[in-house]
């Protein structure tokens, strides 16, 4: 575990959540604003937060959280996380929030299959083509695994995408629409110009209010719930 915050109401949706940020991504979009949490490997001098201290933490606020919203960096990257679901469920009766890039579809449904996952948070960045900005070519085809295996579960989920200027137009919105034809909801979030993993984009603004309403008016003309985080 890279990081805890210890109550979250904006994370999981209608949920209390305590959020745990994993450590590790294998992407490199140039708006993450948690750029300090895509390398695998943390810099010497620095530790990670054992687990025995996650869970000392829960065995007091167990009875003050609905769930534990598992973050990142990448969380499916963590080769132990099916076992550490799987204590967060049983040992202490808590809901789980997954937010993922969607990248690992086999470990994904295996997830999925044990019940391990009660709300997904899915990132879609670009059309599949617009991808290969942040992401190696061979996770393309693993993402687009991911999107139809989660629309064809009965697990609750959002896609979301993060708008930057300059990088996202009406354009690619309606492709994304497109790309998640028959999807349940999807969220479009303003791009926040704070601690990105490229510094020229700290000096970007955000989108106005009335483009990102222009936004949520293409993507629905393809899906049927699409939602404004700003
Ligand atoms: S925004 Fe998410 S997927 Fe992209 S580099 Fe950051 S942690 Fe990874």
Same mark, same amino acid.
């Given at each position: 575990?890279?990081?805890?915050?210890?109550?979250?109401?904006?994370?999981?949706?209608?949920?209390?959540?305590?959020?745990?940020?994993?450590?590790?991504?294998?992407?490199?979009?140039?708006?993450?604003?948690?750029?300090?949490?895509?390398?695998?490997?943390?810099?010497?001098?620095?530790?990670?937060?054992?687990?025995?201290?996650?869970?000392?933490?829960?065995?007091?606020?167990?009875?003050?959280?609905?769930?534990?919203?598992?973050?990142?960096?990448?969380?499916?990257?963590?080769? !132990?996380?099916?076992?550490?679901?799987?204590?967060?469920?049983?040992?202490?009766?808590?809901?789980?929030?997954? $937010?993922?890039?969607?990248?690992?579809?086999?470990?994904?449904?295996?997830?999925?299959?044990? $019940?391990?996952? !009660?709300?997904?948070?899915?990132?879609?960045?670009?059309?599949?083509?617009?991808?290969?900005?942040?992401?190696?070519?061979?996770?393309?085809?693993?993402?687009?695994?991911?999107?139809?295996?989660?629309?064809?579960? $009965?697990?609750?989920?959002?896609? @979301?995408?993060?708008?930057?200027?300059?990088?996202? $137009?009406?354009?690619?919105?309606?492709?994304?629409?497109?790309?998640?034809?028959?999807?349940?909801?999807?969220?479009?979030?303003?791009?926040?110009?704070?601690?990105?993993?490229?510094?020229?984009?700290?000096? @970007?603004?955000?989108?106005?209010?009335?483009?990102?309403?222009?936004?949520?008016?293409?993507?629905?003309?393809?899906?049927?719930?699409?939602?404004?985080?700003?």
């Amino acid at each position: 575990m890279a990081g805890l915050q210890k109550t979250s109401v904006i994370d999981f949706p209608d949920q209390i959540s305590a959020v745990v940020f994993t450590q590790g991504c294998n992407f490199y979009c140039p708006y993450c604003h948690n750029s300090q949490l895509i390398p695998l490997k943390l810099p010497s001098g620095k530790e990670l937060m054992p687990e025995s201290y996650f869970f000392g933490f829960l065995e007091q606020r167990q009875n003050l959280l609905d769930g534990v919203t598992i973050t990142g960096g990448e969380p499916l990257l963590q080769s !132990d996380l099916k076992d550490f679901l799987f204590k967060i469920k049983n040992d202490y009766n808590l809901l789980i929030k997954l $937010d993922t890039n969607g990248s690992s579809s086999s470990k994904l449904q295996k997830l999925m299959e044990a $019940d391990l996952i !009660d709300y997904l948070a899915v990132d879609l960045k670009f059309s599949w083509p617009n991808y290969k900005q942040l992401a190696p070519a061979g996770l393309i085809s693993e993402i687009k695994r991911s999107v139809e295996l989660i629309i064809n579960s $009965d697990v609750d989920y959002e896609f @979301r995408t993060t708008v930057v200027p300059g990088l996202h $137009d009406i354009e690619e919105i309606e492709k994304i629409a497109i790309q998640i034809k028959g999807a349940e909801k999807y969220f479009i979030q303003n791009f926040r110009p704070v601690n990105t993993l490229d510094p020229g984009l700290t000096n @970007r603004r955000s989108f106005a209010p009335s483009k990102l309403e222009q936004f949520r008016l293409t993507a629905e003309k393809h899906l049927n719930n699409v939602q404004i985080r700003d």
